[in-house]
């Protein structure tokens, strides 16, 4: 079901004004006037991009408060990588990482602050500081518990799409058609996610752009994103400097900044209401250009 720019099939036109305001506990963002960006704030050693930069939590708070004052609507904090191949963490140590800065985040900055998680456990204590999001690569695949932790706490929950675990996802992944596929098993994750007694107002849909797909696949949901709308929950996107970007442009990471901006502006023109990335004040003007070009009236 695939569309041309400006033709929307009925009931998934690229507009937010179909969608309540999103519930993240202390907030409620309207995803109707404009995209939201999402700042990113790793405090992890080997993160793809930026791994180790943020460690110093006071480093990392000062960062965050950087992306604010650069136009970021909410910050999400990862203790673990997630990048391919990446191994994973304990409890213990993610903690260890995210917990100084979340505890100085949640109380300095007024904006929905996520934490970059799929551990109920680790959960459980971020949002007992007051975190507003969980964000779960997993889609609840990894830990269940989750689900209810977030409901528990009235929080806001990410469901993003992905096969395997970060070390096996690039292995082989293969799909017949991958926006199908990565929809209906979206459509799943929503549906046990309420019946944990995750609020439906609570819940965002990532399609993992860069978990357990090559390159193509991200093109294509890129492409096609219009066909999530009928998941009827808010649509965040994550393409910022992913390697399907380096691939196509043939450049490392530190320079991939004008695809992201690309892939941020397709994603918006198909009706994205949240893009989550690095480059903040760059990003924040792609993203109010893009927004007033698909606002613009007709006539």
């Given at each position: 079901?695939s569309?041309?720019?400006?033709h ?7 507009s ?10 202390r ?14 704030l ?11 930069w ?9 960062y ?23 191994e994973?963490v ?5 903690l ?5 800065p979340?505890?100085?985040l949640v ?6 602050i996520?934490v ?9 204590v971020?949002?007992g ?10 889609a ?5 518990r ?13 469901l ?16 017949i ?13 929503i ?20 978990f357990?797909?090559?390159?193509k ?30 691939g ?8 991939r ?15 994205a ?11 924040v ?5 893009a ?5 613009a009236?007709?006539?």
């Open positions: 079901m569309s041309s720019p400006g929307w099939p009925e009931g998934s036109a690229p937010a004004n179909r969608l309540p305001p999103l519930r993240c506990r907030f409620c963002l309207d995803l109707t006037a404009r995209t939201q960006i999402m700042g990113v790793n405090v992890t050693p080997d993160s793809f991009s930026d791994g180790g943020y460690l110093d939590p006071d480093r990392a708070v000062e965050a408060h950087q992306m604010i004052e650069e136009g970021a609507d909410l910050i999400d904090v990862g203790g673990e990588s997630t990048r391919p191949g990446a994973p304990s409890v213990e140590e993610e260890r990482r995210i917990l100084p979340v505890k100085q109380k300095k900055l007024s904006v929905p996520s970059d998680t799929y551990k109920a456990d680790v959960a459980a971020v949002l500081e007051g975190v507003d999001l969980i964000n779960d690569v997993s609840l695949g990894f830990d269940p989750l689900a209810s932790v977030v409901a528990e706490a009235g929080a806001g929950l990410v993003m799409h992905m096969r395997g675990t970060p070390r096996t996802m690039q292995e082989d992944p293969r799909y058609d991958v926006v199908a596929e990565v929809r209906d098993y979206l459509r799943e994750r549906l046990l996610a309420e019946a944990r007694g995750v609020h439906p107002e609570a819940i965002v849909v990532d399609p993992g752009i860069g357990a797909k090559h390159a696949h991200n093109l294509v949901l890129l492409k096609r994103l219009t066909e999530f709308h009928v998941l009827k929950k808010p649509l965040l996107i994550g393409p910022s400097r992913k390697s399907f970007i380096g196509v442009l043939d450049l490392p990471v530190e320079e900044l004008e695809g992201t901006a690309a892939a941020v502006a397709a994603a918006i023109w198909q009706g209401h949240i893009v989550r990335v690095h480059d903040v004040r760059a990003i003007r792609v993203a109010r250009m927004d007033a070009i698909r606002n009236p007709e006539a």
